[in-house]
């Protein structure tokens, strides 16, 4: 693996001892992977803290979903019932047809 992707493993302490210290000494001599760990490690932060937060669902979308599946199960049943239906008819169809 190469430097760059070690990073995220080194700032949460994964790596072996010898791939910490092969990031290190590549740290000491490149600022470009200094920034990159930088930027890591606020990205972590950020991560972190939206982990924190609760997520509250508003009620209105609560609302809104509980309505599509409720109308979609009222959908599918009335279609069910109407091919019902129809096979129905046509049986009743085709057995008068065979009686005339």
Same mark, same amino acid.
């Given at each position: 693996?190469?430097?760059?992707?070690l990073?995220?493993?080194?700032?949460?302490?994964?790596?072996?001892?010898?791939?910490?210290?092969?990031?290190?000494?590549?740290?000491?001599?490149?600022?470009?992977?200094q920034?990159?760990?930088?930027? $890591?490690?606020r990205?972590?932060?950020?991560?972190?803290? &939206?982990?924190?937060?609760?997520?509250?669902?508003?009620?209105?979308?609560?609302?809104?979903?509980?309505?599509?599946?409720?109308?979609? &199960? $009222?959908?599918?049943?009335?279609?069910?019932? &109407?091919?019902?239906?129809?096979?129905?008819?046509?049986?009743?169809?085709?057995?008068?047809?065979?009686?005339?």
């Open positions: 693996m190469s430097i760059e992707e990073l995220p493993a080194y700032l949460t302490g994964e790596l072996s001892e010898e791939e910490r210290e092969r990031v290190e000494a590549a740290l000491t001599e490149s600022s470009r992977l920034g990159e760990l930088s930027r $890591y490690e990205l972590f932060v950020l991560l972190s803290a &939206a982990a924190a937060e609760e997520i509250r669902v508003p009620t209105d979308l609560r609302t809104s979903i509980m309505l599509q599946i409720t109308l979609s &199960a $009222y959908l599918s049943a009335a279609a069910k019932l &109407a091919g019902d239906l129809l096979e129905t008819y046509a049986r009743a169809v085709v057995f008068f047809l065979r009686l005339a």
